[in-house]
């Protein structure tokens, strides 16, 4: 059966399952003992579910360390921000071990953390920072959009063998849409057509995508198609989708959160302007944040983020391009 | 500094002791209405607020330890600091309500006060990290070889971080003049201490962690200013002499939540209930903890050690809520900044 | 004068220049009175030259506080790897302070440290990790390829009133190369065209502007005559020397020694898939290393790094692209 | 597990000291064609290799202490673990020399030596990170609820890392078995442990910082197998029994220089001279720690005391050796690995 229910409830149902499915899976951070998290170590007792110091490079190094020794842990850092303290366990330890003991070792183990809460969080708070995530060998990337998606990849990462970082978007939080009952896997690699089109494809990731649609929805009144993706995992990267749909519509807009250089979008363009090259008949223009910290007051901080007004002048942009070469 | 100058330095007179009441009331009529405002004005403040509620005998008593040229850092939790230090509370209320008029022009928001030019160095909004800021601001005052120390305020919970405790070794072998407060509230939101700290856990106060580093390390009553003003002015004292640093557990108990709840769009923020309420149902402790409230507390002191009457005591409250209620008017009545300022000072 | 000398020396005359012209700089890091640096300590003084205990999260946050009381830190960082335990105060703290105290605050330091040390180092110290620091905001990032650049470059980022990561390459340590006497100044942001050409535009940083360079002469033999640009600062990234290279060229190789999703490379391709569209006679490709953590054993090292080979069959392919679109 | 348990687990019976005495001598010679190599076999060793060498007491005398199940951890100054556990030393040296037939097959080096079946987890090259994950396989030991423990190993420095401080905590906390093993050679690459610790520049033991977890710290000398045997038994059986974890402060010597020359392509690997006479010039403090040896010091105690013949002793110094000569010819004459080889492994 297929509920309505929030983002963060779909996560929390995911963990849920997995952790009465397989006793291995463990839950540590600072706020799994939390209002609303209750059920967790009521029904799977302390051992398996721990509250954490605020330390987090001791609960992501302790998650490794049991990973190596058999258990699944997944670790709720909070915020994408906090990992930052325990970068090096995140991006030059467990990633890294199945490869440099040349197999011997598996590190299962869930990063779960939320990023992009431009919601007058400010400057240290606020960060879309997956992109510092991007491209590290061994190291798995979720970026679910709706409440099946979170739910789905959330799974899916438990049961990898190897690091995922999971990174819910704290603006979606409380969206709700529909979630399948029960076991509900979304694989990894594997983007998302979350809108079909003809005209133009346009990517996006996170909360970006609800922006997207809603473009995709104003432009489709102007006659202009468009295709919305959703990666759903940033690594890995799905780039057969995206050129399957750029051989279609020759036309490509990318939507991201993050600053342009640290983007997601950035890492596209760059795969469809070598492998998709000569589908396009237009730029590849990327409609991401401006290149600042996050202010604290709304007028600023709206003003360097994509929304929907940037979106429907890019796809207008590269629809008017002129197609060619000199 | 002589034995002498330390203690004639921690014996203060009428009018500082005043003045410090002075500055624990403006702390306390400000946090009221940075939380009235929640109710009477919702939107205008937005993303995470922190209120010093509780730690204002601490707060002031610790900033009555130190001289001009010295400097502050601290954390999110940084309401209290700059008002002790004279920063003008209207630009401060104008900053949390993000106006181009604020402290910080509405870039940096309740999380982030800075007020240079008076040694408020600023603020981390990640646990721990301002404690190796406020080292290397030491490490500067030693360089300048003027005796200027540098006070460095963070709470319980970031003794946890890693950060804590490599400053705190590079202080002490450096005998860099700074001195460390701990703010121990009991809580790190809304985990009790003895559920995050292993000191605290075997019954030992944080500050045997001192002991790791080899220097002195105190645990004090933080609701007394007058306690408070002496440990720091011996640890100050004793920075500026150059013999290093001191790590000072100043116990409070916060009066408020941790923060304000934490609303995705579409719910709307408040002040919640405090954890020990909300969160374990204790209302003998929390309730036992307004009852020490350490400005009615230290109000009744002065009265009772005739340094204030009873009308000073309410033209002190009256000037402060007149003076928050300036502050809110001014904040209120502050354009927000231009949204293109967002690509200023990106780039100093 | 320009006399020869080896790219660490040139940092080293750099960094002592700047401490003899400015008091207010000062040199600390775990190795900073280690043979060869005695210099340091005997004409600064143990105040301004100071050995730091292995702390990098310390170092850094010291380093950032000196700077906001007024001090111009340099900390020698050692390797890229180091300043992941450390990240948090290197993306997250002083490059917002400035923005964020609505410009009172200026954090004037400059971390050094060396990356792709791929001589067998294994899987924790070769990382190519400087794509980890583009798109931070109030972060700039030095990536110097010769001598001369190397002192050029230090000298801008010690006198720079922003934090500046500065990455030096560990095989380049020993390679000489004319370095200016005296002040030497290269700015931040101008790329430098280390080769002029006509037919592909290569762009390489750090070590690959070497193996590109090496490719460009092999070229020249089959009458292909190979632009190589060296953006030389990474942050800021000198998009408009590229953009008119290609406006010429038609044609653009990039070449990295990082993986492809955490690269240079990946941000310049973005950049002209969306400002040089129309220049573009063949699709953009990459020469990154590949996808894989750097194992210990030469035979599997070499295998994943770009090389001459791989840069020549590059461009030759580029070279031999259908131009125009479908 | 009785105090009578305790006691008994820690004196050892003759065969036990041989096989310990055994072990060391294993190591040492791993070592000694280790180093040999750069000389003998240039450019056959790679990047960065850092040796056990005066450490052999420390090392046995710990692994002594532990039985089948349980589990050790390290960094990537990691020869000694494995060979003690029983790793075959060909497979060792073949990946020291980048072989197909290496322990890892030529991915890990000699810094990233793993033995999973034998209960090795692995290393970390960066320092102090390695503390948090034997933390958390104590973690999974308490969970399987079978007693078992974790020794943890690192260096002096590793203990200025953030990663100590907050894996202690926690560890103390969680009551986790797990024994931290801190091999103090006073030097972390070439700075002193004074210059770099505040314990330490204050004239006291490191093991003090336990103190700052509420957890038994001792300081041992970590040249005598038996002290550390002991040590380390009496902090198993504590962690064993759930009352948590020990820090153990173990003093030893580096006989060779942190590690091989840093160099830069054209440069030849080589093993330099130790640090108290490259850098200090202390002549005088090398020779002591040479005369000072845990190798043969154990072996004259071991002849003193009647437990083994000169004959044995020298017949196990051959045996060793050959052993060794084995593992040399057996990783040079193992192939390189495959170059695509590079791309399995990424995931598992
Ligand atoms: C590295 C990091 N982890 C987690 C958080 C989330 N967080 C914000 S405040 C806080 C509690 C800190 O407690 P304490 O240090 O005692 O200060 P208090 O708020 O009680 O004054 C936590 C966990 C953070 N900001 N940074
Ligand atoms: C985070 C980090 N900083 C610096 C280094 C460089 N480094 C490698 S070993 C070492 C010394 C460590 O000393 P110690 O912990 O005492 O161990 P020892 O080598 O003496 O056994 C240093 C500084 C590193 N690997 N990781
Ligand atoms: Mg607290
Ligand atoms: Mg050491």
């Known amino acids: 059966m297929i509920r309505d229910m929030p983002y963060i409830a779909a996560i929390n149902e995911a963990v849920y399952l997995e952790m009465a499915r397989d006793e291995d899976v463990l839950l540590i951070g600072q706020t799994v003992t939390e209002e609303h998290n209750e059920a967790f170590e009521r029904d799977f007792g302390p051992n398996r ?24 842990p997944v670790v709720d850092c909070t915020m994408a921000e906090f990992l930052l303290v325990a970068m090096e366990q995140v991006v030059n330890e467990g990633n890294r071990f199945h490869y440099m ?34 491209g590290v060998p061994g190291l798995k990337v979720a970026l679910p959009s709706t409440p099946a998606d979170a ?18 978007h704290f603006l979606l939080l409380l969206e709700t849409g529909p979630v399948p009952e029960g076991e509900h896997l979304v694989p990894f690699g594997v983007a998302d057509v979350k809108r079909p089109g003809s005209d133009v494809t346009l990517v996006a990731t996170g909360w970006t995508v609800h922006r997207a649609l809603a473009a995709a929805g104003r432009l489709a009144a102007d006659g202009i198609d468009v295709e919305v993706i959703d990666p759903r995992t940033i690594a890995p990267l799905d780039i057969e989708t995206i050129l399957a749909s750029v051989a279609k519509t020759g036309r490509l807009v990318l939507v991201d959160q993050a600053t342009r250089h640290a983007s997601v979008a950035t890492v596209i363009a760059g795969e469809v302007a070598e492998h998709g090259f000569s589908s396009l008949r237009a730029p590849i223009v990327q409609v991401t944040a401006m290149d600042t910290t996050i202010a604290y007051s709304k007028t600023m901080e709206s003003f360097v983020l994509p929304d929907e007004e ?17 | 500094m002589t034995a002498t100058d330390q203690v004639s330095e921690s014996v203060l007179d009428i009018s500082r002791q005043v003045e410090m009441y002075r500055h624990m009331v403006r702390i306390r009529e400000f946090e009221e209405r940075v939380k009235r405002t929640f109710a009477e004005h919702p939107g205008v403040i937005r993303g995470h607020t922190h209120l010093a509620d509780g730690a204002e005998a601490s707060i002031v008593g610790s900033l009555a330890a130190i001289r001009p040229g010295d400097q502050v850092i601290a954390t999110y939790r940084c309401h209290g600091y700059p008002i002790a230090l004279g920063t003008d509370t209207s630009a401060m209320m104008a900053e949390i309500f993000g106006r181009a008029t604020g402290l910080c022009k509405g870039y940096g928001g309740s999380m982030h006060l800075v007020d240079l030019a008076r040694g408020f160095l600023g603020t981390s909004g990640i646990v721990g990290q301002s404690i190796p800021q406020g080292t290397g601001a030491a490490y500067a005052a030693q360089l300048r070889g003027r005796g200027e120390v540098v006070l460095t305020f963070f709470g319980d919970g970031a003794s ?8 705190l070794n590079l202080a002490a072998l450096w005998k860099l ?20 700290d292993a000191n605290a856990a075997a019954g030992e106060p944080l500050a045997t962690k001192a002991r790791a580093y080899s220097i002195p390390g105190v645990t004090i009553d933080g609701s007394d200013p007058l306690v408070v003003h002496e440990a720091v002015a011996i640890a100050v004292a004793r920075a500026r002499s150059g013999a290093g640093p001191t790590l000072i557990e100043s116990k409070v108990y916060r009066l408020s939540a941790h923060g304000n709840s934490i609303a995705p769009p579409g719910v709307p ?7 020990a309420i909300a969160r374990y149902g204790d209302v003998a402790e929390y309730e036992a903890a307004k009852r020490g409230d350490p400005v009615p507390k230290f109000r009744a002191h002065l009265v009772e050690q005739g340094l204030l009457s009873v009308a000073e005591g309410d033209s002190i409250l009256d000037n402060a809520r007149a003076e928050m209620q300036r502050a809110v008017d001014f904040a209120l ?14 780039y100093a």
Chains 1, 3 share one sequence.
């Open chain 1, 151 to 168: 739910k789905g990849l959330m799974a899916t990462a438990i049961r990898d063998d190897n690091p995922v970082l999971f990174l819910h």
């Open chain 1, 49 to 72: 579910v721990r509250v954490t110091p605020i330390s987090e490079t001791a609960e992501i190094g302790v998650a490794a360390g049991a990973a190596i020794a058999g258990k699944r």
């Open chain 2, 160 to 167: 946890k971080q890693g950060a804590f405790h490599e400053s």
């Open chain 1, 310 to 326: 940037k979106i429907v002048a890019a796809v207008h942009e590269v629809v008017g391009a002129r197609t060619g070469v000199a």
């Open chain 1, 101 to 134: 003991s040349g197999g011997q070792v598996k590190v299962p183990m869930v990063l779960k953390a939320g990023y992009g809460f431009t919601a007058g969080w400010a400057g240290q708070h606020t960060g879309s920072i997956y992109g510092l995530f991007m």
């Open chain 2, 177 to 196: 003049p700074v001195v460390y407060v701990m703010e121990n509230n009991s809580f790190s939101v809304e985990v009790r201490t003895e559920e995050e």
């Open chain 2, 269 to 275: 923020l408040h002040f919640p209930e405090h954890e």
């Open chain 2, 333 to 346: 009545s502050s354009p927000l900044p231009e949204a293109s300022a967002a690509l200023s000072y990106v």
